[in-house]
């Protein structure tokens, strides 16, 4: 009987073992697509961050530029450097928008991972160590009757 439950005991552990590196490897590829995602994320906000470095620079020289321009002309073309700024800096508003976005997105998808990784200790961990102890007292009990058997 001793065998019986023994065997019983290492089959469960398998078992459980299997189940657990199951579990393990979905969570795993979760993480992976999870941080796949953010490369890509993270390489939008370095191009939307360049972007907007130009964007900045180019409407700083269009403010330096128009201090340079004589009276005369700067009343002439006064609604049309005026457009010009607005268009700069809608611009500028825009990729500033986008950035926020990104790194919004970026946190979010650090925080899945975090529940991702949480997750995948809560579950397949515990699986782990219940397979574990299960296998030790099914090895114990087949030694044990393994030890009654040479016994008598």
Do not use: C
Not at 115 to 144: C, D, K, M
């Amino acid at each position: 009987m001793r065998k019986f439950l023994s065997n019983l005991m290492l089959i469960a552990a398998v078992a459980l073992l299997i189940v657990a590196v199951v579990r393990w490897r979905g969570t795993a590829a979760q993480l992976a697509t999870l941080a796949a995602q953010k490369s890509d994320l993270s390489t939008e906000l370095d191009t939307t961050r360049a972007a907007l470095y130009k964007a900045s620079l180019r409407y700083q020289g269009f403010l330096k530029g128009r201090s340079n321009i004589p009276d005369s002309l700067r009343a002439a073309e006064a609604g049309r450097s005026v457009e010009a700024g607005k268009a700069h800096r809608k611009t500028i508003m825009s990729l500033e928008g986008d950035e926020e976005r990104i790194v919004r997105q970026i946190k979010k998808l650090d925080r899945s991972a975090q529940a991702t990784r949480a997750e995948q200790r809560r579950t397949a961990l515990p699986l782990l160590v219940a397979s574990l102890i299960l296998a030790a007292a099914g090895g114990f009990l087949l030694s044990l009757a393994r030890a009654r058997r040479v016994a008598t």
